[in-house]
């Protein structure tokens, strides 16, 4: 068996399994059913708890603006190798929200580590290849995304202008600089991260809709040293050290 064999077998959900997210930060991004993650991997591996198996390494909170309070996860994955042995743990961390801000005021869960684990084992089957090419953007799914339709022919068609975009401005760039220097993040992690996230390792080459995220997603970084994997599951970022 190949190394991509149990990857492709996972990588394109049904559409049934996805719904795209309207409003709010992620607007446009594509929410994955969990049950199908778990559906898969049974597939591919076998029962929970025979075929994989996760454990819950820490759960805590930390608090947010405006008596927003969320919570995290962090669990490892093993998936069987052969009878009686596992893998080496597969890393996860997610994060969910036990109190949110609605427009009735503060609204507590009951539901916020639960949420948070489910998303730390999203993250961490992400490392399989489970709804891989979602999170590549090359699956809707029902067909890859650069299949031509036949109702939009693409001869001659004009080649998407990335500069159409407003570029990042020199408020933004001084605020990146300043977050960067208060969440003791160097130089060097701030491209690498601005490479993976956005395909661009420079900040000054970034849209001002690239600003805005990193702008908010720095202090998450820069607090709890995830990568760029992790971010899409998050709702919101953590608020800078000594805010409230």
């Not at 077998?9 to 994955?32: C, D, H, Q, S, V």
């Not at 109702?151 to 977050?179: F, H, R, W, Y």
Request: charged fraction near 25%; include cysteine.
């Amino acid at each position: 068996m190949g190394h991509m064999d149990n990857w492709n077998k996972m990588a394109k959900p049904p559409a049934g399994a996805l719904k795209k997210i309207t409003g709010g930060r992620l607007n446009g991004k594509t929410n994955i059913n969990p049950q199908w993650r778990y559906q898969v991997m049974t597939e591919v591996y076998g029962p929970c708890g025979i075929g994989w198996r996760f454990d819950v390494e820490k759960l805590w909170r930390e608090d947010g603006h405006g008596g927003i309070v969320f919570a995290f996860a962090h669990i490892k994955l093993y998936v069987a190798i052969s009878k009686g042995q596992w893998s080496e743990p597969i890393p996860g961390i997610g994060g969910s929200q036990l109190v949110e801000s609605e427009r009735a005021g503060l609204h507590s869960s009951d539901e916020g580590y639960k949420m948070a684990v489910t998303d730390a084992l999203g993250a961490a089957m992400k490392m399989l290849g489970v709804a891989a090419a979602i999170y590549s953007e090359a699956w809707d799914g029902n067909k890859y995304k650069d299949e031509p339709s036949a109702a939009q022919p693409t001869k001659d068609a004009p080649p998407a202008d990335p500069k159409s975009e407003p570029m990042v401005s020199n408020p933004q760039l001084g605020k990146i600089k300043k977050l960067r220097t208060e969440g003791a993040m160097e130089v060097k992690e701030l491209m690498a991260f601005c490479n993976v996230r956005y395909g661009e390792g420079d900040p000054r080459n970034l849209t001002r809709k690239q600003a805005d995220d990193l702008i908010e997603l720095i202090p998450l970084v820069a607090q709890l040293g995830l990568t760029p994997i992790h971010l899409d599951e998050y709702p919101k970022p953590l608020p800078k050290k000594g805010q409230s």
